[in-house]
């Protein structure tokens, strides 16, 4: 569940906090994650993170939560991005950039129990310019996938690749064939679940398909919560066919 939160886009009178705590009570049974988008927060100074540490604890332990940061800088500076999500903010794992290479993600692997989900195969157009290009014998993505899943394991590395190229995540499992997988796209992206389970799916799942403004924004109403919960409980049962299929 992709916390996403726009203030322009929730009902009137209601502040983000509120509307956070109303989305994760409607859905906390019929998905695993949540999954802050960071900027909808920082771009708010003091408040928006304040905002964002309220929403980390009330989300609690039982649920997975992820930092949707894309951060990734030289070795000491990734050090306290690491400390900032997983130490400050008590995140479970951050999204990491890797075109830095690996002193920018193996920061983010040294603390147990936490992970990096680094960015593989993403669902924008933009992604074009050079995740699909060649770079040798492969394209920029694989040698990213090849190379980055060297530097951790299965158990504290992830990668996101997209819904909106399903076919391709054959070519990822090539390569990573037990990591789990976060899927953005699927929903208002026009990503297929189907499909994304069809390529991607290994025999322990290995997919974490993220949805965000699908279900956030399924009403702008008094009735977002339930109307939330429908779309959320909707998506939750097409893969409960997926995963028995």
Not at 47 to 58: M, S
Not at 102 to 110: E, H, M
Request: proline share 4%.
């Amino acid at each position: 569940m992709g916390l996403d939160t726009d203030p322009a886009k929730i009902p009137a009178g209601i502040s983000i906090l509120d509307f956070n705590k109303a989305i994760i009570d409607t859905t906390r049974d019929v998905c695993v994650a949540y999954k802050p988008n960071i900027a909808f927060y920082e771009c708010l100074g003091k408040e928006g993170w304040d905002i964002l540490e309220k929403t980390v604890d009330y989300i609690g332990t039982e649920h997975l939560t992820i930092a949707d940061a894309k951060r990734g800088d030289i070795g000491n500076t990734s050090g306290y991005y690491a400390k900032t999500f997983f130490d400050t903010y008590n995140f479970d794992s951050i999204t990491v950039a890797p075109y830095m290479g690996s002193d920018s993600v193996k920061p983010f692997l040294q603390t147990d129990g936490k992970w990096a989900i680094i960015l593989a195969l993403t669902s924008n157009p933009g992604a074009d310019d050079f995740e699909l290009q060649q770079a040798g014998d492969e394209r920029l993505f694989e040698k990213v996938l090849r190379t980055s899943s060297t530097w951790g394991t299965d158990e504290n590395t992830m990668y996101v690749v997209g819904a909106t190229r399903p076919e391709m995540l054959a070519d990822v499992r090539k390569i990573v064939p037990n990591h789990f997988l976060l899927v953005p796209g699927v929903g208002a992206q026009g990503g297929s679940l189907a499909d994304v389970a069809k390529y991607g799916m290994n025999k322990d799942c290995g997919l974490l398909v993220n949805a965000s403004r699908s279900i956030l924004y399924a009403s702008n109403g008094k009735d977002f919560a339930e109307a939330a919960y429908k779309e959320a409980k909707k998506m939750q049962g097409e893969m409960a066919v997926l995963l028995v299929g």
